[in-house]
Nanobody, 123 residues
């Protein structure tokens, strides 16, 4: 069992940046594949980025080139650096974890989820 808590969301102007954090409980964080997803009002949850324990990464097409996922196993934390934000990035951002080794963009592959953090991009 692992518990996840996201932080770092907020209101940012178009063109701005944010760094989201997701801290996990437990001693086996380094073994988990970690993912970021987002959900805008009235839309389905969308894949943003993923990193596995081998540091393999993949990104969603709508954010590729603007976001970077990274992890600090000593701090049990995964990060999402988001740059050049636009209003279409407005959503609740969720962190997910799975013991599966392979990187995955599928929501159903993740076993644990945090409560989410709101990101609003507006002038």
């Amino acid at each position: 069992q692992v518990q996840l808590v996201e932080s770092g969301g907020g209101l940012v102007q178009p063109g701005g940046f944010l760094r989201l954090s997701c801290e996990a409980s437990g001693r086996t964080f380094s073994s988990y594949t970690m993912g970021w997803f987002r959900q805008a009002p009235g839309k389905e949850r969308e894949f943003v980025a993923c990193i596995n324990r081998g540091d393999d990464r993949t990104y969603g097409t709508s954010v590729k080139g603007r976001v970077t996922i990274s992890r600090d196993n000593a701090k049990n934390t995964v990060y999402l650096q988001m740059n050049n934000l636009n209003p279409e990035d407005t959503a609740v951002y969720y962190c997910g974890a799975t013991m599966r080794y392979y990187i995955s963009s599928r929501e159903r592959d993740y076993d644990y989820w945090g409560p989410g953090t709101q990101v609003t991009v507006s002038s």
